[in-house]
């Protein structure tokens, strides 16, 4: 057994620094109000969550609205530090965390595949011989070249997609970027992740559609209000979710 991510009790709290109402006027006026506020209260993301993914396996998080999903992949990414307990994660990562997330809206499309793609690890040569790859998977064509601001938000999906799919990881974290993007782009991604999955490449996968989970992820993690409620294999769990939500 080759575990790469392992979550040791895990708790995530946000700061709640924008509710330090006046802001400095606050601080000076109630210093002891306004620390507390920074220092004591905060929103709760994920609460003792524990477990571990092997390598090779492909794990979908689910759960409603605000239960923890990104929090937990943002963790696993390294965009974020717990607050509480520990995240290991061993090898590459390479993720598509949010849409937008990365990308510089007045630089083209051609550049901002240039900046994530370096950004992701790829050296200059080795992106100069995968860019017509990239540039086709994206099926922009002529708006390859227009800054990223004019683009609707399934034309960020495929740029961001089309980056991840020339990319070396180990470990593939995709955050419900598919779901804007039009039913042959989504069946082109499906295809893309299982193979990665071929190679060996952890999947960690974000979705509320479970048919997608279905296709690509053979172990899934149920979180619920921030806690860990089922880990196990995907029919289980997404049979037991869907009767909950029923
Ligand atoms: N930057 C932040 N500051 C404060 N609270 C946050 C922040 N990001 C997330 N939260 C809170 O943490 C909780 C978990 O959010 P998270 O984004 O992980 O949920 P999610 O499961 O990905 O939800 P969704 O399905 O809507 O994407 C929510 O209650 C949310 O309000
Ligand atoms: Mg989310």
Redesign the pocket.
């Known amino acids: 057994m080759n575990r790469v991510i392992e979550f040791n009790n895990v708790t995530k709290r946000?700061?709640?620094y924008h509710h330090i109402g006046s802001g400095i006027k606050e601080l000076i006026f109630h210093p002891h109000r306004a620390m507390g506020l920074l220092t004591g209260r905060s929103?709760?993301?994920?609460e003792n969550i524990t477990f571990c993914v092997d390598k090779g396996e492909s794990v979908a998080?689910i759960?409603?609205?605000?239960?923890?999903?990104?929090?937990?992949l943002?963790l696993v990414a390294g965009v974020m530090k717990p607050t509480n307990g520990t995240v290991k994660v061993v090898g590459r990562v390479a993720s598509m965390l949010e849409l937008g997330g990365g990308v510089h809206p007045e630089l083209t499309g051609r550049e901002n595949i240039r900046l994530n793609a370096t950004l992701l690890g790829l050296r200059r040569r080795e992106l100069n011989a995968r860019l017509d790859k990239i540039i086709e998977f994206s099926e922009l064509g002529e708006f390859i070249d227009e800054p990223i601001r004019v683009y609707s938000s399934g034309m960020l999906a495929k740029l961001g997609f089309s980056v991840i799919t020339q990319v070396d990881p180990d470990i593939l974290i995709i955050?419900?970027v598919l779901a804007v993007g039009d039913i042959s782009f989504q069946r082109k991604c499906i295809n893309t992740i299982n193979e990665f999955r071929k190679k060996g490449v952890t999947i960690l996968f974000?979705s509320?559609n479970l048919s997608d989970i279905k296709q690509i992820c053979d172990k899934v993690i149920w979180?619920e209000s921030?806690k860990l409620k089922e880990i196990g294999d995907a029919e289980t769990v997404i049979a037991h979710y869907q009767a909950a939500m029923a």
């Open positions: 946000y700061p709640l929103y709760l993301a994920i998080l759960g409603r609205n605000g239960a923890g999903k990104s929090t937990s943002g955050d419900e974000v509320h979180i921030h």
